[in-house]
């Protein structure tokens, strides 16, 4: 087994890792943590919580703290994972401001491509930029996506005007989404469900897909993004 690892010294709480062609006992993933498993390529039968489930190529596996996880087979599969400790995620549901939220199960309907991007973006970020902000926002825009509110978030038509500006206007640095979500009296949980209900991206992928488009990289973007994939993907969704 190939087995590569990033940490962040300013992220402690967060583990990227990257294995290829793991087999059965390789990979231990602590039972304190909320791991997501993305397929790059190949099949992988992983058992998690007594189930043995199958997956493929660009597949998204959420493993939940206290679920037991096991790999049954993974030959010839690329598979990157994001660990996010405890410490982290109380942070995260801290912000969510009581809003009554599910994890999102496999087999709900999610935009898996915005999903993918998402995780892409924070993985780049985490390896090669210096902007912990970025960082976070990144990821915590990938979190939401993993959970779902039992509620209906929507944005009015008003204040996605007012977002939509705030976000074209910030050319030399990103926006921040708890500042964001403040100006709004929203929480940034809501602020991201609402803007991908309407936009069909999170409100960072938009900022920096419209800098792309406006042929524009800024410093804090500029060595870590793959421009192509952002832009086929606003394309399509635009």
């Known amino acids: 087994m190939n087995c590569k690892n990033w940490k962040n010294k300013n992220l402690k709480s967060i583990l990227l890792q990257e294995w290829n ?18 397929i790059k390529k190949g099949n992988v039968a992983l058992k998690i919580g007594g ?4 997956y493929g190529d660009n597949d998204f596996v959420f493993v939940r703290r206290h679920e037991k996880f096991k790999i049954i087979s993974a030959q010839n599969a690329k598979v990157i994972c994001i660990s996010i400790k405890r410490k982290y995620l109380s942070v995260f549901h801290s912000k969510i401001h009581n809003l009554p939220i599910l994890p999102v199960q ?3 309907s999610l935009n898996y491509t915005l999903l993918r991007l998402s995780f892409n973006l924070f993985c780049s970020a985490f390896k090669k ?17 993993c959970y779902k509110s039992t509620t ?15 976000i074209k206007l910030r050319k030399e640095e990103p926006i921040q989404l708890q500042i964001v979500a403040d100006n709004f009296l929203i ?16 409100p960072l992928l938009y900022q920096i897909g419209y800098h792309i488009q406006e ?4 410093e804090w973007l500029s060595g870590w993004i793959e421009t192509s994939e952002i832009r086929n993907y606003l394309e399509s969704v635009t």
């Open 106 to 108: 496999a087999s709900e």
């Open 21 to 38: 062609d793991a087999s059965p006992g390789d990979i231990k993933l602590s039972l304190r943590h909320f791991h997501i498993l993305h």
């Open 187 to 202: 929480s940034p949980f809501h602020l991201v469900k609402g803007f991908i209900n309407h936009y069909q991206s999170t």
């Open 215 to 218: 042929d524009f990289i800024p």
């Open 129 to 145: 930029a210096s902007d912990v902000q970025v960082i976070k926002d990144l990821l915590e825009e990938l979190l939401i996506q």
């Open 152 to 166: 209906d978030l929507v944005l009015d038509p008003q204040s996605l005007i007012k977002i939509e500006a705030i």
């Open 51 to 54: 189930k043995i489930s199958q």
